[in-house]
C-alpha cells in the first residue's frame, strides 16, 4: 500500500507540474500532477499568479486517493496525473 508520510511538494513552472512523492514500503514513487488538473478540482483561473501549492494543499486528500489509484494501475515509480485520473 502506498502512503505519503512526506508532505514535500514543489511547483516545476515550466514542466507545469505539481511534484510530490508517495512511498510503497521503502520505495519511493514520484508524482507529477498536471497543472490543467489542479485548476479543474480546484477551480482555478491560470495567472502568473496563481497558487499552485496552495490550492494542492486545500485539495490534498483528493489528489493522494488520485494518486493511490494511478498507481495501483501502474506500480511505475514515476506517475503522470492528468485531469482523467479526478
Known sequence: ?????NSMRS???DAGTVRFSGYDGVME???LLEAPALERIAKL????DTDYLGAFDRHREQIDAAA???YKRSKKPVIR??????
Request: hydrophobic share 50%; charged share 30%.
Open 1 to 5: 500500500m502506498i502512503g505519503f508520510p
Open 11 to 13: 511547483f516545476d513552472e
Open 29 to 31: 514513487v514520484r508524482f
Open 45 to 48: 483561473e491560470r495567472s502568473p
Open 68 to 70: 493511490i489509484r494511478a
Open 81 to 86: 496525473l492528468s485531469i482523467a485520473d479526478f
